[in-house]
Structure formats: C-alpha cells, structure tokens
C-alpha cells in the first residue's frame, strides 16, 4: 500500500517554517535543516503527529435552517412614575414629603 506522504508540508510544521533540506528514512524518522541552519532529526511518532495536524478536519453537517422566524420575547421596560424624571447616574432621590432647599427666582 503506497501513501502520498507529503514530507515538505511535515518538515515545514516541524520546523516552523520553510526548510533549507530535509529526507525521510525508511523507519518512520525525518532529518530537517531549518532555515536557521540548525539540523533536527524527529522520531516516527513526532513525524506521525505533524501529518495527523496537517490532514483537514471535517467540517461539520450544517442543519437545514428552518423557513420560520423564531420570535424572541422582548424584555417589558418597567414604567416610571408619573411626574418622575430621569436622574443622571450617581444622584440621590430626595424622600418623599420633603421639599427643595433651593430658593425659586422670581
């Protein structure tokens, strides 16, 4: 049984990177020059690794999408009081019953 085995694309995800040589050896193992220079020899089960990382993943079976829009519940806004106004954040209500210590201008 012959594999394509495409040892370039495994040297390269080894290394990081392209590299300047590499060669496969029957026993699984592959000796790789990385681009800095520096020889690297990787173990069958390292080599195995890398080819499993670079094969596609399968993409998952879509749903089929349904012709009907699902309405979503929108939250009810709770309602002021009347004669309340919106205070900026950070202000203190004043208790009920008392009055403003601010004189009116006339």
């Given amino acids: 049984m012959s594999q394509n085995i495409n040892f370039k694309a495994i040297a390269e995800k080894l290394v990081n990177g392209k590299p300047l040589a590499f060669k496969n050896y029957p026993d699984g193992s592959l000796v790789v020059i990385a681009p800095t220079g520096q020889k690297f020899k990787f173990t069958p089960e390292q080599v195995q690794e890398a080819q499993e990382q670079l094969k596609p993943k399968p993409k998952p079976k879509s749903k ?24 900026p954040e950070g202000t203190a209500k004043r208790p009920e019953g008392t009055k403003s210590t601010k004189a009116k201008k006339t």
């Fill in 64 to 87: 089929p999408k349904s012709t009907t829009k699902k309405k979503t519940a929108s939250k009810p806004t709770a309602k002021r009081p009347e004669g309340s106004a919106k205070r």
